[in-house]
């Protein structure tokens, strides 16, 4: 019974504590199991939803200047999943990271046990050699033959170290000097691409403006013939293009830039290549869906999210190098406290100097143990079994096509996108007013479906078309039964 103790009662703090530190865990672990078991409930509600005023009235977030025990943090840790939404539902589709793999779970569990920083082999020799052998293979599932990697936290920060390394690579002295050094630097990006190409431009000092966006075609894929030319008009305006970077998979649409075309244009006018693959890395993992990736091999930089396509808990992306060597120049600073060079092990295994950060989490361990789960064939199966899910998924929103309206009628990627069209709407002619119209009841539909609970869509305009759906079947869990089921809920919760 651990009903009346505190944490003074628990290990480290009392000797013979471990008795009520094994059965306040083992609750814990059981409120985990329920979650997990709800989780994977059909009948059961993804989410309680409850506005941000009703919810600090239903739970009690004070911190207290006495303790509590443990019985009312059991009760905290309750709660808390209780109104939390269940990413791991079938029934939820509405971010790019979907479901909850078991042993990537464990891997977490284990690596909260560790409770070690990333920085130093001294203090993670195992998770430093494991991530080393998982970025190698990643690296060599690009195709780069050498190089360098490092796992970081999300896949913006992935395109920051690209646009650093880069930026390094040509212009060395900026470490030092600073901007007074640089000629004004521009990125090319697609329209369509991640706003933390912004974001990079933002934080290295180039400036939004110099973060050039490059129109795409009606599939959401970039125009090298826009790049060349836009390429050619900074040039002529005294500027020094560096940096293109190519998506595969881009957020919304789920589209895949052209590699080769933009690695020419890059070879001709001597920028770097990055190829964000935050989202579409995973189909490297796949025989059938690899080629959406061809030339890869041929970038400078690759970012690649394990925690979307592949699954593995959140957090994990990373971000590869063609170039050995450059990570490190880039950004050791040489804390002689942390990265002594005369320690009695190889140092080149410290990895805390190639990074913008000091502590570092261990993102490696849940990773590396969902894949020796799966191994490449089981990962190749995952892979293919999300994309047969999305074409299901598109194949019946053509049978309704009464009722629904596909924006991309043969998406790419494992994003569907589309407009439900209610019964009042269905004799229209489809024009800029009608789209309005779907736009309007797009949002409308989302506040039911997170009212009920049963269904979650993810939704957004893009340039210029309205508010429209984006399903995203990135949870290998999700059957063709759960795609009716989104359609069905659909009809039902927009009936009028
Ligand atoms: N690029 C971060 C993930 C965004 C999304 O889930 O839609």
């Known amino acids: 019974n651990v009903g009346n103790k505190y944490y003074t009662d628990l290990i480290p703090l009392t000797k013979d504590g471990f008795e009520v530190t094994r059965e306040f865990l083992h609750r814990v672990i059981q409120i985990l199991l329920d979650f997990l078991k709800s989780s994977n409930d059909r009948s059961s509600k993804i989410l309680d939803f409850y506005q941000p005023e009703q919810l600090k009235e239903i739970l009690d977030f004070d911190i207290l200047a006495e303790p509590e025990n443990l019985d009312q943090l059991l009760t905290d840790c309750r709660n808390t999943l209780k109104f939390q939404v269940k990413t791991g539902h079938p029934y939820y589709f509405n971010q790019l990271s979907c479901g909850l793999d078991i042993v990537s779970l464990a891997g977490e569990w284990l690596t909260a046990a560790a409770n070690t920083n990333m920085f130093t082999y001294e203090i993670a020799p195992v998770f430093i050699l494991m991530e080393q052998v998982t970025l190698k293979k990643m690296r060599e599932i690009i195709g780069f033959r050498d190089g ?8 913006a920060i992935s395109n920051l170290y690209a ?3 880069a930026r390094h690579k040509m212009f060395p002295n900026y470490k030092t000097q600073g901007l007074k050094c640089l000629p004004q630097l521009v990125i090319f990006t697609s329209d369509h691409s991640h706003y933390s190409m912004k974001g990079a431009g933002m934080i290295t000092g180039l400036g939004t403006d110099n973060v050039i966006s490059v129109p795409c075609d009606n599939r959401g894929k970039i125009i090298p013939t ?5 390429v050619t008009e900074a040039v002529a305006r005294g500027q020094r293009p ?5 998506t595969s998979g881009t957020t919304v649409l789920g589209a895949f830039d052209p590699i080769h075309p933009l690695a020419d244009i890059c070879q001709k006018y001597d920028m770097w290549l990055h190829v964000d693959a935050a989202w579409g890395g995973g189909c490297l993992l796949s025989r059938k869906y690899r080629g959406l990736l061809d030339g890869i091999e041929r970038a400078n930089s690759v970012t690649w999210n394990p925690h979307k396509l592949m699954g593995s808990l959140l957090q994990c992306s990373t971000v590869h190098f063609k170039e050995n060597g450059l990570l490190i120049s880039c950004n050791m600073l040489s804390a002689d406290y942390l990265f002594q060079q005369d320690k009695h092990y190889d140092v080149t295994y410290d990895t805390g100097d190639k990074v913008i950060q000091c502590g570092r989490h261990n993102d490696i361990f849940k990773l590396w143990l969902m894949w020796r789960s799966k191994g490449m064939t089981g990962y ?13 998924m598109v194949r019946k929103l053509k049978e309704r096509k009464d009722r629904f309206f596909l924006i991309l009628n043969e998406p790419e990627c494992v994003n569907v996108s589309f407009w439900y069209v209610p019964p009042g709407l269905r004799k229209m002619p489809h024009n800029k007013e009608k789209e309005i119209k779907l736009g309007q009841i797009t949002a409308k539909l ?14 957004q305009p893009l340039g210029d078309t309205p508010n429209f759906f984006r399903a995203i079947i990135s949870n290998p869990g999700v059957k063709e039964e759960d795609v009716d089921h989104m359609l069905n809920e659909l009809e039902r919760l927009g009936y009028d």
Not at 148 to 155: F, N, Q
Not at 242 to 246: A, E, I, L, M, T
Not at 380 to 392: Q, S, T
């Open 148 to 155: 360098d990697s490092i796992l970081a936290p999300g896949g």
């Open 163 to 165: 646009v650093m390394t």
């Open 226 to 230: 826009e790049l060349e030319k836009m």
């Open 242 to 246: 560096f940096f293109v970077n190519c």
């Open 380 to 392: 190749e199966k995952h892979i293919d079994h999300l994309f047969d899910m999305a074409h299901y």
């Open 446 to 459: 989302k506040g039911r479906m997170m009212d009920t609970g049963m269904l979650m869509i993810g939704y």
